[in-house]
């Protein structure tokens, strides 16, 4: 295949995943479509990227050329919609609306400053620490995630439980292009600016991005909606 078209494969690949989860989740549909519609403008981001993370061949040369690529927004959109559905397919959980009096604890003070703090975490720490940008993007998830378990403890296991969930989603998916395209990582991604050090043949920024997105993004849904998981015993 030729090497400008790996890239673009395997996103689509995702979006194959992407739609098994979508026709057979029926009540998560809306959820998982409104989370990627609203992660697929990240892809934008690109450039940010592009050397000095990774210089991927992709459709119509852009990525290298522009900085911009298809794929990256292809990418967004489908790990948008599965972080946000993943746990709850698998635990088949139910939500209820907070009451007024929940919704008015201390906890929730800074509930959309925690809810912003990505966007306004990212750039802080990319300006102004000179760390790769993988680093800037993952510290922030992580952080923002955490902001999210202070604003939210009755999450806290959906959020943790979730990092988990993703990065083995992610590690098998990730598998997946070590196996059908050998050296396409040693290629591609700009080793000598990251730490080189790799697990099952995966750079380990791959799978720390993995975990902080998982823990960062499962929580949104309920946090931006005041909404609150209803326990097993209640929905029994």
Known sequence: MPENLIWFVWSLGLILV????????????????????????????EPIFVPAYWNPPSLFNLARTTGFDIESLIFSFGIGGLGIILYDVIFKIKHEKMSSAERHHKHHRFHIWTLLS??????????????????????????????????????????????????LFYTIYFLSLNLA??????????????????????????????????????????HLLWLKIIPKKETA
């Not at 992407?18 to 981001?45: C, E």
């Not at 993952?138 to 403890?153: D, E, N, Y």
């Open 18 to 45: 992407w739609l098994v989860v979508f026709v057979f989740y029926r009540q998560g549909r809306r959820r998982m479509l409104w989370a990627s519609l609203l992660t697929a403008p990240f892809g934008l981001t």
């Open 118 to 167: 990505p966007v306004i975490l990212f750039p802080l720490l990319y300006f102004l620490t000179g760390w790769n940008p993988i680093y800037s993007a993952t510290v922030t998830m992580f952080l923002a995630g955490l902001a999210a378990l202070w604003c939210r403890p009755d999450l806290k296991i959906k959020i943790w439980v979730s990092g988990l969930i993703f990065l």
């Open 181 to 222: 395209f050998p050296g396409y990582v040693e290629k591609v991604w700009t080793l000598s600016d990251i730490s080189n050090f790799f697990i099952l043949g995966i750079p380990i920024e791959e799978l720390i991005f993995a975990f902080t997105f998982g823990m960062l993004w499962s929580s949104y849904y309920e």
